[in-house]
């Protein structure tokens, strides 16, 4: 582990300079509130000394997520020479009803023709939460964004209705922020934001903005699948046909790793993260604590009131350079190899991820989907179904650590062959 904590990567960390100009952007109001309430009266401090209260577990009112994998026997087979062959999707070739960022068949392919949206949902204000749409999107990016905060970048592709059936809703959504474009030239899609400080947007391209004229809550910004399905058309003629290949998924579970039940992500002491693997759902479960680095709660899709169950967990490790607090860019454009982690069917590996592909620029001018291999170069396999990015800084310590969820325990204790892993993110200080 020291080894790979200690990898450096070559790559190049490349700025946008100037906006592009978008399709006009269409007046967005409220598909949907989020329960507002007065917002924390500051912002989350830095990681604080290791001492603290015993923490809280709060668990969500529904009951768990049902397997998205799990179908029903296809009948007894004749022999067991019959057994069909496992199916592996990707890296390329996927089938036309095959979501490429999931492995997962979509109810509607043609919907797969359409470019992918990438939207900005707060995490903070802690009124923000449970947020809106997460059940159904493929990707989401969790970037920080400064004062010891996070935020989300979800990608919405392919299936845009929530698990009730009804048209999903996205938000709370909030400004957009200078991680935002790499992630977007990587996907080769839009963005929908809630505007964001001018000196931002004029390094951002391909994006509209929405807001809500009847409310200045800043929790109160949403849209519709519908309304994400519009702008995406207007946008197709100026991101082209998705080219989303690159990802391998194989439902099989992996061969090594390490003991992989619990990840353990404190960005700062009132906004750590920890996901569960639960294997009744057969994914990981996301807690977070309620700004008080103590009551752990259990995230749910606001819309569908059921909890978040993301099939992998991914770490990746890339620099950090805070401009100044709240404005921090992020190198994940054009890297040719970076330390990963993944977190897959209670297991952890470790793995690489990359970036670049210099012969596919050279005869598209476009980037490719963040790619992850092993220490051979060979793709490392994803679990069909949804996949949850923590971004970290490339200082982090990884430490395999107390299974708790008590700060103390998690920050102090080394318990090897616990399963039970902590990433320490080290905040990057502006003018460092």
Known sequence: MQTFRAFCFTGLLVTILAACQVPPAPMLVEAAAPVAAAAPSATPSALLPAASPTAALVAATATAA??????????????PSLTPAPVVYGPDNFPANINPLTGLAVSDPSKLALPPALISISNFPVTARPQFGLSVTPWVYEVYVGYGMTRFLATVYGEMNATNGK??????IRSGRLPYEPLRMLLNGFMLIASGDEKVLSELKLYTSVWNSASNDVNSVSVTGEVVENVAKQYLAATGKPALNGLVFDARPPQGGKPGKQLWVPYSFANQVIWKYDAASDGY??????????TYIQAIDQQTQKPLVYENVIVVFAPHQALQAEKIEIGLAFVQKAPALLFRDGKMLEMFWSSQ???????????????FIDAQGSPVPLKPGQTWVQVVTSGSAVIETADSMTYADLFNKKVPGSGAWGVQFWQPVPGK
């Open 357 to 371: 592909d210099a012969e596919y620029y050279q005869k598209t001018g476009k980037l490719r989907m963040m790619r």
């Open 167 to 172: 048209p999903a809703v996205f938000g709370p």
């Open 285 to 294: 479960l996301r807690y977070q604590d309620n700004y008080d680095g103590v």
């Open 66 to 79: 049902p397997t998205k994998t799990t179908a029903p026997s296809a009948g007894p087979t004749l022999a």
